[in-house]
């Protein structure tokens, strides 16, 4: 039986639309909400073995802008690329499905955990960006994370999975028992409705990928990359939203992270990890939107962005 989400209600009252078309010869799909005519256009990029639905409780709180969501190739409801699910296979995709869209004015980028490596790696690289957004940031080695150990295990667990026959690979990358494992481990709520969501949609999607190729291929680009080698080469504003219970990049990493880049800006929500887009989507929309307003110089917009942090909880920017 499948959790309630505590942002459906939300959601529902944003249109909309789903899409497909080849894209650097993966066959991709993306949903887009919002106004087709809004004066912001933002393309969201989600995290290894995620899809479009991880980002969907931020999105909630973002009405009134137009957001394109991708499944990135090889997971999802997408195909897989021709080439490696590497970097620069994703930096290259993603550069092409922007400029399929055709837009009048480049977009806001938006990645999170492992999209915010591919993000920022296809800014540096000149992807056409009004304005960057991580969530949740790559901002150091995996492996010297708080919880490197646990980093090793995937390491390791990723390693047998690769040297097993096919089926049993499969089976072992697709295990419910380590997805559940993994949950675990990331959630630091203890709300017992919202920590049943999340274990669902691990469940529902963190499985879906197109083959153990795929999975191995970005596994390793997620485990081999980070944020900082592209910081330097970033000229656009950059908004970094991290949390300062995350097991993969230490708090402490994200702030000398923010001093990497020309334009940057950090806003840290306390009492949450690796899963801000999860339990705590309010205060990170809050941020997203006091960012974007900036554009215009409307004043007052960081404070708005604090109290609306402070008024969720479990977590408030600072």
């Given at each position: 039986m499948s959790a309630n989400s505590p942002y459906d209600a939300r959601l529902r009252r944003i249109p909309t639309r789903e899409h497909r078309a080849g894209i650097a010869g993966a066959e991709t799909r993306w949903w887009e909400y919002g106004e087709p005519d809004s004066d912001t256009t933002l393309v969201f990029v989600h995290g290894f073995r995620g899809d479009h639905h991880g980002l969907e409780p931020v999105i909630a709180f973002l009405p009134g802008v137009r957001i394109l969501a991708p499944d990135?190739?090889?997971?999802g409801a997408s195909g897989a690329l021709p080439v490696a699910h590497d970097i620069d296979g994703y930096a290259g995709w993603l550069d092409a499905f922007i400029a399929a869209q055709a837009l009048p004015e480049p977009p806001v980028v938006l990645g999170h955990s492992f999209g915010s490596i591919v993000v920022a790696a296809a800014v540096a690289d000149g992807l056409p960006a009004e304005r960057v957004i991580l969530v949740n940031p790559i901002g150091a080695p995996a492996l010297e994370g708080p919880r490197g150990v646990m980093t090793r295990l995937a390491v390791l667990y990723y390693r047998v999975a690769a040297a097993l026959p096919a089926k049993a690979g499969f089976a072992l990358l697709r295990s419910r028992l380590i997805v559940r494992v993994m949950s675990v481990t990331m959630a630091k709520t203890k709300d017992r409705e919202l920590l049943a969501f999340i274990h669902d949609q691990h469940d529902r999607y963190f499985s879906a990928f197109e083959d153990r190729s795929v999975v191995l291929e970005a596994f390793r680009a997620s485990v081999s990359n980070d944020v900082r080698a592209s910081a330097s080469k970033i000229a656009q504003p950059v908004l970094l939203v991290a949390a300062d219970l995350d097991d993969i990049t230490?708090?402490?990493?994200?702030?000398?992270?923010?001093?990497?880049f020309a334009d940057a800006r950090l806003v840290e929500i306390p009492g949450v990890g690796h899963l801000i887009h999860y339990e705590t989507p309010e205060p990170a929309a809050a941020a997203i939107a006091a960012f974007l307003g900036e554009r215009d110089g409307a004043?007052?917009?960081a404070g708005e962005a604090d109290a609306a942090a402070d008024a969720s909880e479990p977590g408030a920017a600072r």
């Open positions: 990135l190739p090889g997971f230490p708090i402490e990493a994200e702030r000398r992270l923010a001093t990497m004043p007052g917009d």
